[in-house]
């Protein structure tokens, strides 16, 4: 059974840097993708970074340069290193997961929440000053 736990959001002023954990559990060796997502009020969800088991990464425009995506190798943590944060990136940021994805959906770059099937239950990142 695949579980996702999402922490460390909090409130950061612009500029400002944090880093959120997603603790990950039963996901098979075999072959996996994993990635976060965000979704502001009033908007639709979109896709922010995304890994896979060879460690292979893409990002979305609005981030990149600014946030890392990393995984730790025992396979038990997803993480999101986020510097220079901008008001626009207040959101709940969600966790995902989908065993047995395809070996190019990370490298491609054409990834979307339909193709994860597995969820957390997201943390709330405020950017204000």
């Known amino acids: 059974q695949v579980q996702l736990v999402e922490s460390g959001g909090r409130s950061v002023e612009p500029g400002g840097s944090l880093r959120l954990s997603c603790a990950v559990s039963?996901?098979?060796?075999?072959?996996?993708?994993l990635a976060w997502f965000r979704q502001s009020p009033g908007k639709d969800r979109e896709g922010v970074a995304a890994?896979?088991?060879?460690?292979?990464?893409s990002y979305a425009e609005p981030v990149v340069h600014r946030f890392t995506i990393s995984q730790d190798n025992n396979m038990n943590a997803l993480y999101l290193q986020m510097n220079e944060v901008k008001p626009e990136d207040t959101a709940v940021y969600y966790c995902?997961?989908?065993?047995?994805?395809?070996?190019?959906?990370?490298?491609?770059?054409?990834?979307?929440?339909?193709?994860?099937?597995?969820w957390g239950q997201g943390t709330q990142v405020t950017v204000s000053s």
């Open positions: 995902a997961a989908a065993p047995g994805c395809r070996r190019n959906l990370v490298y491609s770059g054409r990834w979307s929440g339909p193709d994860f099937n597995h």
């Open positions: 039963g996901i098979p060796d075999s072959w996996y993708c």
């Open positions: 890994i896979d088991r060879d460690d292979r990464k």
